[in-house]
């Protein structure tokens, strides 16, 4: 079983800064891709982006190029998404997950993790 616990969420003002973590258990972790997506109050869960096994290729939504990184370190067992430039519009929560394709499909999810709110305020 493989379980993931984000953190990092929070209120920040728009033009802020924000980086959320994700640890991931299991010693099977350089073996999986990585994914965020978030969702926001009344719409669907949507991608943000996804780093392949070995981190050597990155993949993002339009919304977020060019503000949102996303990186991994092994040895740590851990998934980073930093977010610059926030706007009001990247209010979500977070969801770090694990897939069974380097995809940006939800349905490429094998497990998720339970989530982490940001808040950004106008």
């Not at 924000?18 to 997506?37: D, I, P, Q």
């Not at 897939?99 to 094998?110: F, G, I, K």
Request: glycine share 10%; net charge positive.
């Amino acid at each position: 079983q493989v379980q993931l616990v984000e953190s990092g969420g929070g209120l920040v003002q728009a033009g802020g800064s924000l980086r959320l973590s994700c640890a991931v258990s299991g010693r099977t972790f350089s073996r999986y891709n990585m994914g965020w997506f978030r969702q926001a109050p009344g719409k669907e869960r949507q991608f943000v982006a996804a780093i392949n096994w070995n981190g050597a290729n990155t993949n993002y939504a339009d919304s977020v190029k060019g503000r949102l990184t996303i990186s991994r370190d092994i040895a740590k067992n851990t998934v980073y998404l930093q977010m610059n430039s926030l706007k009001p519009e990247d209010t979500a929560v977070y969801y770090c997950a694990t897939l069974n394709s380097y995809s940006d499909s939800p349905a490429s999810v094998l497990y998720w993790g339970q989530g982490t709110q940001v808040t950004v305020s106008s």
